[in-house]
């Protein structure tokens, strides 16, 4: 089982950052086969996909609507995954959740939510105008 605990999310204004940090733990973490990303979802709104990594190298994927203002990044050291937010729009305000599969680097990065089988409690972004 892989654990998962996020990290980070809060109230901003609009133009504002935050960084999200998911920290993962479990033993059976394998940094090959393994990817992680951040999905989203806002109130009365469709879960969404924001971005995803690939552990062993870094490669990354991201939603177009993100793309230019959010960076996802890990730090392997420490398996912790960071979304850093920047120029948030209330458009952005959602619960954000960090996900992991564990299933080789040949998936991942990958914006299919069904190749993740870990997912974390969700934390609140909320942006005002």
């Known amino acids: 089982q892989v654990q998962l605990v996020e990290s980070g999310g809060g109230l901003v204004q609009a133009g504002g950052s935050l960084r999200l940090s998911c920290a993962a733990s479990?033993?059976?973490?394998?940094?090959?086969?393994?990817?992680m990303g951040w999905f989203r979802q806002a109130p009365g709104k469709e879960r969404e996909f924001v971005a995803s990594?690939?552990?062993?190298?870094?490669?990354?994927i991201a939603a177009d609507s993100v793309k230019g203002r959010f960076t996802i990044s890990r730090d392997s050291t420490e398996n912790t995954m960071y979304l850093q937010l920047n120029s948030l729009k209330p458009e952005d305000t959602a619960v954000y959740y960090c996900v992991a599969g564990l299933r080789g680097p040949w998936y991942y990065p990958s914006q299919n939510a069904r190749q993740y089988d870990y997912w974390g409690q969700g934390t609140q972004v909320t942006v005002s105008s």
């Open positions: 990594i690939r552990w062993s190298d870094g490669q990354t």
């Open positions: 479990g033993g059976t973490l394998n940094s090959v086969r393994m990817g």
